[in-house]
């Protein structure tokens, strides 16, 4: 191989780009679900007729909103000092030709791109007048302002505003804007599966929207890789559950951008149905398509490899048919894969031209092989236990019920063997699910799982001694019995009636008492939350006694002053200031006391300052008084 075939297989390999699969689209289902959504939307504002008359266009309906959103902007003017309303009724008029006439608006939005605007201003201005029909070339508004503004409010909202604002100009050199795309690309946020930016839906819908338009009107392929566009349609799908309408029309905004442009449209491959492939559905079926559930252009699909869930992978690389629809691939996977159970099929697509949609590779895709099941040489058999030999056995035909009746007690054991068969090629398999099932003539079910003992070959023992407490409650009598076998890849689960096994079991049934079950479903006490109970108090003859004991110094404090011979009298003499001097020695007892109670330090020291001034002048001029009375 020389160096000129290395390099073309290089170039040819570096322009097939290569993205992941959508996974998901806007099914039919839902879009007749948005559809819904906006038409059952009142509208009660110019904003409202926006997005509903715009969703449903996107959705290919726009006929059915016509009627009620134009009778809307025909009967509410907007406001000329505010440009969004201006915007949302010359759009819908734009959309309709509702038959109103906003020419008179046409000099003063003019005009009001003169005085200092913000981005989202400049969009609603340029927009509406080009609504009605009026240019703006880059005399009026140049992009350099655009970009200068976006850069200056450093928001993504304001770049994608600025994107679809210069999309919208007559002429203007559009490069710088252009070669911003790139930067603002790389500020998305990255979640494991998807890539958004911070501001939510709006934002991302509006720069996405915004990036795809100024591509399409410079006619030059924005900094956007496929793979980029596929995590961004990915972040849009996992928003359209949503019941909100702005929410509605943003996600069918940048959907529609991503589904149809030049440059980059995100596909999905999505399974048709998900029945599971046996000998009535043979064929594996996928859809390609854009992220609107449309068709792209051919693609080669291939089916690489079929894993089966426990890992053994085949490598088929074959091409699906595609269908005449232009949507739909299929491939005739039965009885290519012809056993049984989950697998995960790795399918690739590469466009047989040249085209924006990408390469994908490993797409997985979860698949079920299912079969129909035959019972075969089923018995069942009554055994000694002791010796371990059968004292009975009876052979099963599926579907019929056995009339044989049956008996066995607790020296016996009841063994059911029995085979499972692909309908198909009358192979031995397993199933997910073997249930043996006995009910009682009280309509109590007592299940039990029959397992293989090699595959496809299952026993069923029941040891009539081990098991009559655990499960029957030593309760004798006849049991139905039944075989339920079903399954993720059985085509046709199914519940056999055997026949009825008549059971005897020494001892009596625990009937479970009427006070037990009462217990059982009868609602608990109310629980009531206790306080701590205070702690006993002693006798009030106690507490009055200590009481009395404790004030007892207070009264006999004046009588043994004055049989001490306290001069109680003196207060007479020195007048007003012994008075105010007793009330500030009081005073400052008191404070003590609250002190101790509640007050703090610093509290208690601005009060003291205060009384004990009062006090020291007051005890001073009393002093001074009696002295003055003595000396006379
Ligand atoms: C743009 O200006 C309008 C009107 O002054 C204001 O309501 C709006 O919040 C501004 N937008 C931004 C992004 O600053």
Known sequence: MGPVVVLLLLVG???????????????SRDQTRLRELFRKTPIDSLTTAYYVSNGLRILGEQDNSKKQTCSYIQQHTPDSTSLDTIFYATSVDALFDCEVSYSSFEKSLKDSLNSERNVSELFYIVSSLTNIGSKVDQKLLSPSKLLDLAEQEESILSYGQAFLTASLLTDGDLTSLMDTVEDVAVQADESPTSLYFEGGIETTSTAITGIVRLGTRTGNRPTLSALQATLFGKYFLSIKYTETISEAFYVLQAVEALAHNKFFVPTGVTLVNRLPINIHNQK???HLTNILNEPVPPSDVKLVTIESSSGDKDTINKSFTSESDGITYSYLLFPQVGSPGGYKVILSTEP??????????????????????????????????????????VPLQYPTTSQDNLSADQHSKVKMTFQLLNKQNKEKVNVHQTFVRLVSAHKEEIYFVATPTNIGIYTFELDLADAAKEFFNSQSGTYEMSLIVGGMSVENPFSWDIGSLNLKFPGTPQDETS?????????????????????????????????????APVVLLVPVWLLLGGNI???????????????????????????WVQLNMFQT??????????????????????????SA
């Open 515 to 551: 006070e037990e079950l009462e217990y059982r479903y009868k609602p608990r006490p109310e629980i009531q939350h206790l306080f701590r109970a205070p702690e006993k108090r002693p006798p009030t003859v106690v507490s009055f006694t200590f009481a009395i004991l404790v004030m």
């Open 352 to 393: 047989k031209t040249d085209s924006p949609i990408a390469q994908l590779v490993h797409v997985e895709l979860p698949v079920i092989v299912s079969f129909s099941v035959v019972v075969e040489s089923a018995e069942i058999s009554i055994i000694e236990r002791d010796q371990n030999v059968a004292v009975k056995t």
């Open 605 to 630: 020291l601005k009060y003291l300052i205060i009384l004990g001034g009062v006090t020291f002048i007051s005890g001073n001029r009393m002093l001074r008084q009696i002295a003055k009375y003595r």
């Open 13 to 27: 390999y570096a322009s097939a780009e290569v993205a992941p699969s959508l996974g998901d689209v806007i099914t």
């Open 284 to 286: 594996l079926e996928v």
């Open 569 to 595: 009298l003196n207060i007479t003499v020195s007048g007003p200031w012994a008075i105010i001097f007793h009330i500030g020695l009081i005073g400052i007892f008191g404070l003590y006391y609250l002190f």
